[in-house]
Nanobody, 123 residues
């Protein structure tokens, strides 16, 4: 089993920044591809970013446009999402997820999910 716990969400003004964290426990973190997703109530979950086990490869959703950066510290079993130039439309619950043995890049399926952290961007 893998436990994922997000933190770092909150309320920020448009144009501001937040850094989300996702602490992982239970299995070898460096072996997972990690992902960030977001969801607005009543809408489908949206892919934000994925990062390879080593951190050497990343891929982002089209809407990111250079504003967000995913990173990881395998020594700390922690995933990060640095979000800059935030917009009101970035308001959502953000989730981290782990793909244990993905067969594609980015993974089409994730095996473990965190409980989410709310990000609210005011205009």
């Amino acid at each position: 089993q893998v436990q994922l716990v997000e933190s770092g969400g909150g309320l920020v003004q448009a144009g501001g920044s937040l850094r989300l964290s996702c602490a992982a426990s239970g299995r070898t973190f460096s072996g997972f591809v990690m992902g960030w997703f977001r969801q607005v109530s009543g809408k489908e979950r949206e892919f934000v970013a994925a990062i390879s086990g080593s951190g050497g490869s990343t891929v982002y959703g089209d809407f990111v446009k250079g504003r967000f950066t995913a990173s990881r510290d395998n020594a700390k079993n922690t995933l990060y999402l640095q979000m800059n130039s935030l917009k009101p439309e970035d308001t959502a619950v953000y989730y981290c997820a782990a793909a244990v043995s993905p067969r594609s890049w980015p993974p089409r399926r994730y095996d473990y999910w965190g409980q989410g952290t709310q990000v609210t961007v005011s205009s």
